[in-house]
């Protein structure tokens, strides 16, 4: 992170931050749980957003619990969110056990290992715990083996404080996919074992397979980015970010001449080559070299050339004069070109878009908790 402050006038690129946008989506999914309260997952920095700004909003409409990745995350997150519960998903720190305790943080207990730590480090007084069943993803959370042991061996989860009993779907974005049966039954099943706490189970995804995923909780994170949690049918979220990148200079192009590194883009015609100051280290992808697009007053500019680590240049040749000069916008991302777009265009999915929005952008939030 830059520790100078990045004002619009010295950016190369201004990020917009909706955060009505955020909360809209949050009561939108709340709505879609007809009934069933929802936490929220703000892990990378609320998805690329800034946790400490989606937060609160988040509180203000109704959410009370939060999940994150990382245990430092959380320690961050609970300075700006004192009175909420905060989850950490990755697993127990051994080596860390107190920083829990001190900043109030719960966390997801992933193996019979984590359990036993946990229960001797509390033994005195129960505080909160989850606990994570794998049902499917090999990644995190009980195996069915040791889920058996349990089932066999109900007094290792005795005296536990647990909150949650959640799992992770791996294909909930499709929803045609015979995995989301079998992660239910499996989830089911580890509800009868582990019958304590409340069972929490649907990302955004999801939230979209109907009430049998619903459990007593659900846990979104992209949807309330905007984010498509429903791919292949329209997107019921509303997008919350916009990316404008501004030209810094514009050069007389002439067929045959080659655009920026390893000259992979060659001028057909007589063009107008304009440059913007947003590269790769700035997470616009590489991948976007020579088939993304910007769009300048409704008109599409095609990206012409490689991305490089901080510049990117754009065929203007279309655009009235006056909007083609240095200091005008191109945007790069927000309602003509989605995340979901974006993402489909750099071969990848809108949370890598969203988590890897820059660090060197001037950042504007509007709306929000007044
Ligand atoms: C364990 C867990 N729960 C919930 C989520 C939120 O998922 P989504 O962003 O698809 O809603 C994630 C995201 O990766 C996760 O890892």
Same mark, same amino acid.
């Given at each position: 992170m830059i520790g100078t402050p990045i004002t619009k006038a010295m950016a190369g690129a201004v990020l917009y931050i909706d955060l009505d946008a955020v909360r809209s989506n949050y009561r939108t999914l709340v709505d879609q749980l007809g009934g069933v309260p929802s936490a929220a997952v703000v892990k990378a920095d609320g998805y690329g957003l800034g946790a400490d700004r989606v937060g609160p909003v988040l509180v203000a409409a109704g959410c009370q619990v939060f999940f994150v990745a990382h245990l430092a995350e959380g320690i961050a997150l609970r300075a700006t969110l004192p009175n909420t519960e905060i989850h950490i998903?990755?697993?127990?720190l051994p080596d860390a056990l107190d920083a829990y305790r001190e900043h109030e943080l719960v966390p997801v207990l992933g193996s019979l290992g984590d359990l036993t730590h946990w229960k001797s480090f509390c033994a005195d007084a129960p505080l909160p715990c989850d606990i994570h069943v794998d049902?499917?993803? &090999? $990644?995190l959370g009980l195996p069915p083996d040791e889920l058996d042991t349990l089932a066999d061996a109900p007094d290792m989860v005795k005296d536990l404080d647990i909150r949650f009993v959640m799992s992770h779907l791996a294909?909930?974005?499709?929803?045609?996919?015979?995995q989301n049966l079998a992660q239910l039954a499996a989830f089911t099943r580890a509800r009868k074992i582990l019958p304590m706490g409340q069972a929490c189970f649907a990302n955004s995804s999801g939230i979209f397979l109907?009430?049998?995923?619903?459990?007593d909780m659900a846990r979104p994170g992209v949807a309330l980015y905007g984010?498509?949690?429903?791919?292949?049918?329209?997107?019921?979220m509303m997008p919350t970010v916009t990316l404008k990148g501004r030209i810094s200079q514009v050069r007389h192009a002439t067929p045959g001449e080659t655009v920026g590194y390893n000259a992979t883009y060659r001028i057909q015609d007589k063009a107008l080559i304009a440059t913007v100051s947003v590269g790769y280290a700035d997470g616009? &992808? $590489?991948?976007?070299?020579?088939?993304a697009s910007g769009m300048i007053d409704g008109i599409i500019v095609p990206l012409v050339g490689r991305v490089s680590m901080d510049l990117i240049s754009f065929?203007?040749?279309?655009?009235?004069e006056a909007k083609r000069q240095p200091g005008q916008w191109i945007e790069?991302?927000?309602?003509?070109?989605t995340v979901d777009t974006l993402a489909a265009t750099a071969g990848t999915i809108g949370y890598e878009i969203l988590t890897s929005l820059g660090r060197r952008y001037h950042r504007v939030y509007t709306g929000g908790v007044t």
């Open positions: 998903l990755n697993g127990l049902t499917g993803m &090999l $990644r294909s909930a974005d499709e929803p045609a996919s015979d109907g009430p049998d995923y619903h459990f984010a498509n949690p429903t791919p292949g049918r329209p997107n019921p616009y &992808l $590489r991948s976007l070299s020579s088939v065929d203007v040749s279309a655009v009235p790069l991302l927000g309602p003509n070109i």
